[in-house]
Structure formats: C-alpha cells, structure tokens
C-alpha cells in the first residue's frame, strides 16, 4: 500500500501502531486522524506521521494485512499460554533454604526494564526464589541468561568439585592436545550446551560496561583479541555463578578489588627481592607540590 510507517514508529505492533491498524481496517483513511491515534510518547510529529498514511489502500493488500494482524495475534496468544505454563512450573519447584523473603538491592546503577522477549509475570522474582540468590545482579546477565543457566544447570552444583571443574565442563576453559610429550595445540573445547552459549552472550555484552568485568573484557580483548576475550570473560562469570550459587552469597565487587590488592602487594615484594638480589632498593615516589 505504499504506506511508511514503519519508518516513523519504531516498533509497529506497539500500542499506536496497532491501533493504526485496526483503524485502517475498520475503514478509516484520513492520515491525520489515523495519525491522532498515535501515544502521546510517539516522538515523531503527528504530520510526519500523517504524511506516512498517505498510500493506495488496496483490496488486496487489506486482505492481507488483515490476514496478518490475525495471526499476529494468534501467535501472542499461544505465546500468553506458554508464560502461564511456564509460571505455573516456575511455581511448583522449590523455594531454596534459608533464602531471603525479599530480594535485596541490586548493585547495578541501570534501572531494570522488562525486555520486550521476557515473560509476562515476574521471572526476576521466580529465579530468585528458587536460587536463593539474584544472579541478575552480575553485570551481563540478564533475567533470560539466569533463566537459562539454572534451567541448565539447576541449583544443587555439588556434583562440580570446584569452580574449574565447573567451567571446564561448560567447555570454557583451555584443553591441550599432547602426543608424545609434545603440545600439539592448546584451545577450547567445542561444546554443545545452552548455558555456555548464554555466558558467552552475556560476556560480549560488557564492552561498554563500567564495571570490573567490563574492564576485564576490554583488557582481554586488546591483550587476545575478540573471540579469546568473551571465552574468557564468559569463563570469569562461571567461577562468579559457581560461587553464588554454592555459597549463597550475593554478588559484591569488593572481591575482585581486594583479588587486585594482593595481586599489587604481591608484586612489589616481588620487586623488592629482585632488586634486592642485584644490589639496588625499590623507593616509593613521593608526590612533591
């Protein structure tokens, strides 16, 4: 029909697009009062919108874009019933022991949004009850990437030793190849598993992040390049997620900040007793005015 208003709505099927659509077939083509039906959060004018309403409304092309709201809506239909099964599931799996009645404040700055693809009830609230802890609290881990690694995983990783074992089974960590002594080549090991490839996502999310894992990627990425970096930053979110979820602690930076204040004290003992082993001393800058 030649219509464009696509291009000055930016989801279609939102609250105005659909009840442009509705009216168009109802009948209604004057652009400006289609245009009117527009939220009032709609950015673009309503003359630009009008101006986009301008087409050739077909008989055709009616039928099918009645066809297609139809189904449209019958898929968000089927879609409504999947979300209740799935609460309705979510519900009967057990509340984790000696987890909190509330979940406590997050620690990231960005206000939660419900995504467009999450379910209609309150999934963050779901998987902090059945975890005892809120893994959406570890930056790149969305509700949907939680979702997805405690319904691969669970909540019991007792059957793992340790947090290598851990990583190392999600396929995140180094494997080498040796014949006859020799290192033949040292990569990860390809592996088929959801919560791996959810980490992964999770991990490449944090290039802009302001955060410690953030900055872990980034140095990661300058150091190894792309792909080296999201395997091992994915790794660092396995070890954080294998903790958590063992201890029943919630996420803190104040770990990684201490980690990187031995990792410092370590290093100036350690050129101290080089430069005490060839005759010279290590002396603090004093910051002069």
């Not at 003359?47 to 077909?58: I, M, P």
Request: aromatic fraction near 8%; include cysteine.
């Amino acid at each position: 029909m030649n219509l464009q208003l696509h291009h000055v709505l930016s989801d279609i099927v939102g609250v105005s697009g659909i009840a442009i659509l509705d009216a168009i077939l109802a009948g209604e083509r004057d652009p400006a009062k289609l245009a009117s039906l527009c939220n009032r959060r709609i950015r673009s004018s309503r003359q630009t919108v009008a101006k986009s309403l301008e087409g050739d409304y077909r008989s055709e092309h009616l039928f099918a874009l009645r066809q297609s709201l139809a189904a449209y809506r019958f898929y968000k239909q089927l879609m409504a019933e999947v979300d209740l099964e799935l609460e309705q599931k979510m519900r009967n799996l057990p509340r984790a022991e000696h987890a909190p009645d509330k979940r406590p404040a997050g620690t990231k700055k960005r206000i939660y949004q419900h995504a467009g693809n999450e379910p209609a009830f309150d999934l963050k609230e779901e998987l902090f009850r059945i975890a005892g802890v809120d893994l959406t609290d570890v930056p790149g881990i969305s509700t949907l990437t939680a979702h997805t690694i405690l319904m691969e995983v669970g909540t019991d990783l007792s059957r793992f030793r340790n947090a290598s074992a851990f990583a190392s089974w999600l396929g995140l960590c180094p494997e080498k190849q040796v014949s006859g002594g020799k290192i033949l080549y040292t990569r990860t090991r390809k592996v088929k598993n959801r919560a791996a490839i959810a980490l992964r996502l999770g991990a490449h999310c944090l290039y802009h992040a302001q955060n410690y894992l953030g900055d872990f990627y980034r140095k990661m990425k300058w150091r190894l390049g792309a792909p080296a970096a999201v395997t091992a930053t994915a790794h660092k979110l396995a070890r954080i997620i294998y903790h958590m979820l063992s201890s029943r602690q919630p996420y803190s930076e104040e770990v990684f900040a201490r980690c990187d204040q031995l990792a410092s004290i370590r290093a100036e003992k350690r050129l101290r007793k080089q430069a005490a082993e060839l005759g010279f001393q290590v002396t603090p800058i004093t910051e002069t005015a």
